[in-house]
């Protein structure tokens, strides 16, 4: 038990180090988005949307990762 206790506070903060990230680039997109720094309104709406897209995915990975995880303790303390 003691032996995956440090690996399963690992893989919880691996999965919430991703979802820091994630919300790093949505507030990125919100930004480029709403201020458009390049002044190119096509590529600064694209970029946006390339950051809010990657920012789902990486909130839907960690979500699924710390789901996982979860479970994975609940059914090892079951038995």
């Known amino acids: 038990m003691h032996r995956q206790t440090p690996t399963a506070i690992w893989r919880v903060l ?4 991703l979802l820091a990230f994630a919300i790093l680039l949505f507030g990125g997109g919100v ?9 190119n309104p096509v590529g600064d709406v694209l970029q946006g949307i390339l950051f809010f ?14 789901v996982a995880t979860l479970s994975s303790n609940a059914i090892k303390d079951q038995t």
């Open 31 to 39: 930004f480029v988005t709403r201020h458009r720094p390049t002044g």
């Open 14 to 17: 691996g999965t919430l180090l």
């Open 53 to 66: 897209g990657w920012s789902v995915v990486f909130v839907v990975a960690s979500a699924m990762r710390h």
